[in-house]
């Protein structure tokens, strides 16, 4: 079936560095991307990976590799408003999307 | 340039009734996918339509249909409603696919 894991919550500090990893399954697989949510928002894009690497956007990159169906969003120089849910989620080959149960981020002082 | 709105903002409706969701895409968007959110969960897949046609179309009962007109805007409409509908309806338009610009979700609340 179609599954995608990733941490349900991680805490790190203010200026500090976060990895937050997604591993999946799909039927077909057209690329990775990742979604950042705040309590009470809606979903906004952050990055896309369809091929093997690593995007830099900013404060945040991701990396995919396809081999190993598992992929990653770094956070650099964390700040305080970075605290939210982050998503990975897939394309499937039928053109259905899926996304992760998502990942608690909790920026501390 | 207005995003993706979703009316209404709220709706509470009760058991066995029928909802009808509405969404306008962001200008020159022609995919609009629709999304159940669940508190404490991701986004689950409804359905995709561009250009009118249904693309994409997730593990929802057939209670669950939608449709997509003219000039891009979108209905979802849920029949018999369930408790376990209770959730955010957020729509999404796009261009590519891939990135996706959500609506700010229509709560729907079932007693």
């Known amino acids: 079936g179609q599954s995608l894991e990733q941490p349900s919550e991680v805490t790190a500090v203010e200026g500090a560095i976060v990895q937050i990893n997604c591993t999946y399954q799909t039927s077909g697989f057209y690329g990775l991307s990742w979604y950042q949510q705040h309590d009470g928002g809606a979903p906004t894009f952050l990055s896309y990976n369809a091929l093997d690497g690593l995007e830099e956007t900013g404060r945040f990159s991701s990396f995919l590799s396809r081999s190993d169906s598992y992929g990653y969003l770094l956070l650099q120089e964390l700040q305080m408003k970075d605290s939210a849910s982050y998503f990975c989620a897939v394309r499937d080959n039928f053109n259905k999307f899926y996304f992760g149960s998502g990942t608690k981020l909790n920026v501390k002082p | ?111």
């Open chain 2, 1 to 111: 340039d207005a995003g993706v709105t979703q009316s209404p903002t709220h709706l509470i409706k009760t058991r066995g009734q029928q909802v009808t969701l509405r969404c306008s895409p962001i200008s020159g968007h022609k995919s609009v996918s629709w999304y159940q959110q669940v508190l404490g969960q991701g986004p689950q897949f409804i359905f995709q339509y561009y250009e009118k046609e249904e693309r994409g179309r997730g593990n929802f009962p057939d209670r669950f249909s939608a449709r997509q007109f003219p000039n891009y805007s979108s209905e979802l409409n849920v029949n018999a409603l369930l408790l376990g509908d209770s959730a955010l309806y957020l729509c999404a338009s796009s261009l590519q696919g891939h990135e996706q610009f959500f609506g700010p979700g229509t709560r729907l609340t079932v007693l």
